[in-house]
C-alpha cells in the first residue's frame, strides 16, 4: 500500500496518555465537525486482538461516529480520502512515554490520516482484559485521535474524551450512554 508521506524524519506525535489525578466530567468536545464525514478506518495489524475484541471495537466506534461528525466504515481496499489508517502496536514508540495511548502523525502543522494505538497502556487501564471492555477502550482511544485529524485540532479540550487525558472511567463507557447526555 502506499502511503502519501513525502518527509517521514519530520514527523511528530500527537500524544494522550492515561489520566492518573482524578475522574473528568464528561461533557461534550467545544468543536465538533460540521458535516458529516464518510471515512474509512484501515486496520493493520488486526490479528493482535482477539474475534470478540475486534468486534467490540467497530462496533463500540460506529457508535462513536455521530460524536466526530462522520459515518466510519472498515476496509483496507479501494482506499480513496477520507481514509485513516489505523496501526495496532504493543507498545508505544521509544519516543513517546510509556503510558501513551494513541498518537495520530503530524507534518507541518496538519495532523495525518496515520493513526497508531498502543494496546499495553491501553491494557493497563482496564479492570479485566473482557473483550467488550478491551474494543470499547480502544474505540474511544481510536474515536479521540479520529477527531484530531477530522477537525484538524492538535489541541485538546480541558475536560470529557477530547482532553489530553482519558481515564479508566472514560474508556468503560458505553457510547449509547455518552450519547444520552
Ligand atoms: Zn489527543
Known sequence: MQIPISKPLQFGYNLIAMLALAWIFLTLPAVLPASDHQVVLCLENQKQLSSGALHSFRDALAQLGPLVGATITFRCEDLRPPFVIVTLRQEPRLTQPDNALAAMRTEDGRVLPRMELYLK???????????????????????????????????HDHRGWFAAELNTAMLLMPPSAYRQK
Open 121 to 155: 497502556p491501553i491494557h493497563s487501564l482496564l479492570p479485566a482484559r473482557l473483550e467488550v471492555l478491551e474494543g470499547r477502550a480502544l474505540a474511544w482511544v481510536a474515536g479521540h485521535e479520529l477527531l484530531h485529524f477530522l477537525s484538524q485540532r492538535q489541541h
